[in-house]
T-cell receptor
Framework: AQKITQTQPGMFVQEKEAVTLDCTYD???????LFWYKQPSSGEMIFLIY??????QNATEGRYSLNFQKARKSANLVISASQLGDSAMYFC???????????????FGKGTLLTVNP | DAMVIQNPRYQVTQFGKPVTLSCSQT?????MYWYQQKSSQAPKLLFH???????NEADTPDNFQSRRPNTSFCFLDIRSPGLGDAAMYLC?????????????FGPGTRLTVT
């Protein structure tokens, strides 16, 4: 069974500094996708960044970058120049086949609560 | 410009009283998902529709049902809510569900069972 591990239940960072949120995954598939979502206290899940298993370069989206180390099966999220509005829960997720094997679904890690201090 | 809309945002129901949560989308996406997220936990997929094709997760209790009358709307029915069903219910959509399937989430409905 595939799974996602986020070892940091909570992280603190000073405003304007960079922070890395860890994510490791376990899969025997050759083709897979990794996602990061942000969930503010309001509840909505916001897509941040995607990395495909065959992508040779690390994904970047504005202040977000994904440090993809395929051999180590890690996909850490790096947030540069943290802002107060970055305070939220962050989930790492992996695309995997559903229980019926006919479609794909997202499986989420347990999340990391990031707090940005002024 | 709301794309995935969930109503209501907060729902209170009594133990054993059927409740329906609704989700609508303006994206014209083929796939609609329902997730359950309990406090301080990861979202857990309950089921999804690809067009009219219903796909249930193996561990989703029979107490949970879903309907998708058209492309835009999808409903989650809880036939006999228990205290353990109190959670945030998230609806999401994607254009398809293979390869890169970025999912767009609604704001969620927080269900309380009294």
């Amino acid at each position: 069974a595939q799974k996602i591990t986020q070892t940091q239940p909570g992280m603190f960072v000073q405003e304007k500094e960079a922070v890395t949120l860890d994510c490791t995954y376990d899969t025997s598939d050759q083709s897979y996708g990794l996602f990061w979502y942000k969930q503010p206290s309001s509840g909505e899940m916001i897509f941040l960044i995607y990395q495909g298993s065959y992508d040779e370069q690390n994904a970047t989206e504005g202040r977000y970058s994904l440090n993809f180390q395929k051999a180590r099966k890690s996909a850490n999220l790096v947030i540069s120049a943290s802002q107060l509005g970055d305070s939220a829960m962050y989930f790492c997720a992996m695309r995997e086949k559903n229980s019926g094997g006919s479609n794909y679904k997202l499986t989420f890690g347990k999340g990391t609560l990031l707090t940005v201090n002024p | 410009d709301a794309m995935v809309i969930q109503n209501p945002r907060y729902q209170v129901t009594q133990f054993g009283k059927p409740v329906t949560l609704s989700c609508s989308q303006t994206l014209n996406h083929n796939v609609m998902y329902w997730y359950q997220q309990k406090s301080s936990q990861a979202p857990k997929l309950l089921f999804h529709y690809y067009d009219k094709d219903f796909n249930n997760e193996a561990d989703t209790p029979d107490n949970f049902q879903s309907r998708r009358p058209n492309t835009s709307f999808c409903f989650l029915d809880i036939r006999s809510p228990g205290l353990g069903d109190a959670a945030m219910y998230l609806c999401a959509t994607s254009r398809d569900n293979y390869r890169f399937n970025e999912q767009y989430f609604g704001p969620g409905t927080r269900l309380t069972v009294t």
